[in-house]
């Protein structure tokens, strides 16, 4: 396509963003055309983002907490799995599963993130337990716990049905799930990364029960590996297809791939200009899920930053203890303070506001940090431009 031909093209899909008609395969596939502006499509997602969620940029105080890094499953992507006998594998005793509970209370997180590896020794009842355990002794820190994959490793370990499972594990104090898993649902990727693990069918699945039964859940995308332009926006009306369906994604997370330590080790990590144009493009194909989040552990403070606007509406948090993508080679701090996240969002002209897991205004103490309440959704109080 000639310059005129890519400014009439990219004019029509304009006229589809403003008009609210939704975006086809097609029109995703072109946006990833180096020849298109990225500052074009960057200012086309910045007004979706300012349509559903004003100037306003959310973030919240978290902690992760990764149980276990021993993994029967190999995907080549991942640089935080282990051996069993490898010098690098550790589980955590209920000692340090309640010490870092009750670090996250002293600094008044209002959210712990749980994921790990499918340890081939540890029964369901002990992936349990770690729920049960922080529930009963840290209430009110809503536990945002295990991805699709590790749903599956425990279908299979008790031999129950995926909603038996979830409604057990929201029994033991579960209240949402994480995104992580999806990678790319396109099998040409899906069978070079990780095999073995949780399919498409199954990961959708597993989101699908979870919304049925109430669970809100995030969704991801892992891109800038061995993927393609098509692939990438696939994966995305997969996305959009099963939100139509049950409207239980609750914010989309592009997560970029860190190529070091990992069997992909010869691939060189996307450029901020990638990150910004997938971040954009997801927002103009994601039509119906409220939220983007910059994930700025991944992205890089800078790059998350100026994701703002770019289609974001969300930095993520303080993400105390972040190990996974640290051991794949990100190196962003481990943890930020609230007064830095408010400070970058604040420098990148939007409006802090602190949510809980589920999007809802968090209230403070103002003479005690870690004392917090959950108040109105998020989209309640939003004062559109």
Not at 71 to 98: H, N, T, W
Not at 99 to 112: F, L
Not at 134 to 157: D, G, R, S
Not at 264 to 288: C, F, G, Q
């Amino acid at each position: 396509m000639n310059s005129q031909e890519i400014t009439a093209r990219f004019r029509e899909i304009r006229d589809k963003v403003e008009s609210e008609e939704r975006l086809s395969l097609d029109d995703g596939i072109f946006l990833y055309d180096p020849a298109v502006p990225l500052q074009e499509v960057g200012e086309l997602a910045n007004f979706v983002r300012e349509r559903k969620n004003g100037n306003v940029a959310y973030f919240n105080i978290n902690t992760h907490l990764n149980p276990t890094n021993v993994c029967v499953y190999r995907c080549r992507f991942c640089a935080f799995r282990s051996d069993l006998r490898d010098p690098k594998g550790y589980v955590m005793s209920d000692e340090q599963i309640l010490a870092r509970g009750q670090e996250a209370t002293e600094n008044g997180c209002t959210e712990m993130h749980i994921v790990g590896g499918l340890h081939h020794q540890k029964p369901y009842e002990w992936y349990r337990h770690i729920i049960e355990l922080l529930t009963e002794h840290y209430p009110k820190i809503h536990l945002k716990a295990w991805t699709a994959v590790e749903i599956n490793w425990f279908e299979f370990q008790t031999k129950k049905s995926i909603e038996w499972v979830l409604q057990d594990m929201r029994d033991a104090g579960l209240g949402s799930m994480p995104g992580g898993g999806a990678e790319i649902f396109h099998p040409e990727v899906r069978d070079q990364l990780c095999e073995h693990k949780a399919n498409t069918h199954a990961w959708l699945d597993i989101h699908r029960t979870a919304h049925e039964i109430g669970l809100r859940t995030n969704c991801t995308m892992l891109y800038g590996h061995v993927e393609k332009a098509f692939h990438r926006i696939d994966h995305l009306l997969r996305l959009r297809d099963l939100q139509d369906q049950t409207g239980g994604f609750q914010v989309f997370i592009p997560l970029a791939f860190h190529p070091e330590n990992t069997k992909l080790s010869d691939i060189k990590k996307p450029s901020a200009l990638m990150d910004l144009r997938t971040m954009a493009i997801s927002r103009l194909m994601l039509d119906n899920v409220q939220h983007i989040k910059a994930y700025w552990i991944m992205l890089g403070i800078e790059t998350a930053q100026t994701a703002l606007a770019y289609g974001a509406d969300d930095i993520d948090g303080t993400v105390r203890h972040e190990l996974i993508y640290h051991d794949a080679g990100a190196t962003t701090p481990e943890c930020l303070t609230v007064d830095s996240i408010r400070q970058l969002i604040t420098e990148a002209g939007r409006e802090p506001i602190e949510r809980d897991t589920v999007y809802r205004r968090i209230h403070r103490d103002e003479n005690d940090f870690t004392q917090w309440e959950s108040g109105e959704s998020v989209e309640s109080s939003l004062i559109h431009p």
